[in-house]
């Protein structure tokens, strides 16, 4: 069973900045790809950044530039670095761990940002 637990949501003015954690329980946490996605109110769940195992990042065209993530497999920690946010990356955002053939997800942290 893997467990995923999501923390460091908030409220935060346009512009701020908050910085995301996912905790994982497996212990094949090193071979998984770990993605964050977001579901905004009303809205289909986007995804929006991921890593690989060795660490290679991608990004939604929407965060480029503004959002970092990053993982610490010793630790089993990722962590999603949002900056300049925006009214529109208002959303509860969870965290997914890839480990072939199954998905395993996080509860969802709240992220607001207001204008």
């Known amino acids: 069973q893997v467990q995923l637990v999501e923390s460091g949501g908030g409220f935060v003015q346009a512009g701020g900045s908050l910085r995301l954690s996912c905790a994982a329980s497996?212990?094949?946490?090193?071979?998984?790809?770990i993605d964050w996605y977001r579901q905004a109110p009303g809205k289909q769940r986007e995804w929006v950044a991921g890593?690989?195992?060795?660490?290679?990042?991608n990004y939604a065209d929407s965060v480029k530039g503004r959002f970092t993530i990053s993982r610490d497999n010793a630790e089993k920690m990722v962590w999603l670095q949002m900056n300049g946010l925006k009214p529109e990356d208002t959303a509860v955002y969870y965290c997914r761990a890839a480990l072939p053939p199954s998905n395993y997800w996080g509860q969802g942290t709240q992220v607001t940002v207001s204008s």
């Open positions: 890593i690989s195992r060795s660490g290679l990042t």
């Open positions: 497996t212990s094949t946490f090193s071979i998984a790809a």
